[in-house]
């Protein structure tokens, strides 16, 4: 998986809790987005970062805020989870070269809210 | 809005055959178009790319072929086997190397 944890890998948790899924790689790339996987939807752009503290919304970012502090960790926050936010996640990279998508994902976080 | 249309949702071949999934797009601001590849319980990988400049490109027993008139490229696996079951997923790419995905196809190489 390219250098890319993820943790917790699996995660029940109630209505109405914040919830943090964090990304971490030691590839040094630029970029990380964050994902989430649905039947019959595919993967959807949560949020993703272009820098440090550089950081912009993706397709379904309602509900999600996401932070970088450091090149290496990309975190991903349930402000109060429901449950249409069950879901797995998926944390990916770029090394972000011009006209290149190339992405590496992790292995995934299941998250439950009941 | 759905900027990238993929069909079939599923799909069975018999091992040695071939398998093809299409995908279209909506708008001409896509610079890359990649192919990944989903076992179960995995991330996505990613198997082949193609850029728009390039009407085809060919991987071992995969290919992508590409036609920007009409906002289509495709996934073709020549001699599929049982271990390309999987499910496959195109993407259009945009900037900062951003992926809008299809919605899937799940293919099934019957033995």
């Known amino acids: 998986d390219a250098g890319i944890t993820q943790s917790p890998r699996h995660k029940v948790t109630e209505t109405g809790t914040p919830v943090t899924l964090r990304c971490h790689q030691t590839e040094n790339h630029r970029y990380m987005y964050w994902y989430r996987q649905d039947p019959g939807h595919g993967l959807r752009l949560i949020h993703y970062?272009?820098?440090?503290?550089?950081?912009d919304k993706g397709e379904v970012s309602d509900g999600y805020s996401v932070s970088r502090s450091k090149t290496e960790d990309f975190l991903l926050t349930l402000e109060s989870a429901t449950s249409s936010q069950t879901s797995v996640y998926f944390c990916?990279?770029?090394?972000?070269?011009?006209?290149?998508?190339?992405?590496?994902f992790g292995p995934g976080t299941r998250l439950t809210v009941t | 809005q759905q900027q990238v249309k993929q069909s079939p949702q599923s799909l069975i071949v018999q091992k040695g055959g071939i398998s093809i999934i299409n995908c279209a797009y909506e708008?001409?601001?896509?610079?890359?178009f990649p192919w990944y590849q989903q076992f179960p319980g995995k991330g996505p990988a990613l198997l082949i790319a193609?850029?728009?400049?390039?009407s085809e490109k060919k991987e071992g027993r995969f290919t992508i072929s590409f036609n920007k008139s009409a906002k289509q490229f495709s996934l073709h696996i020549m001699d599929s086997q049982p271990g390309d079951s999987a499910t496959y997923f195109c993407a259009v790419c945009s900037g900062y190397s951003t992926l809008t995905f299809g919605k899937g196809t799940m293919l099934l190489v019957s033995p």
């Open positions: 708008n001409t601001a896509f610079d890359y």
């Open positions: 193609i850029r728009p400049d390039v």
């Open positions: 970062s272009y820098g440090v503290k550089d950081t």
């Open positions: 990916a990279i770029s090394p972000g070269l011009a006209g290149v998508g190339e992405q590496y």
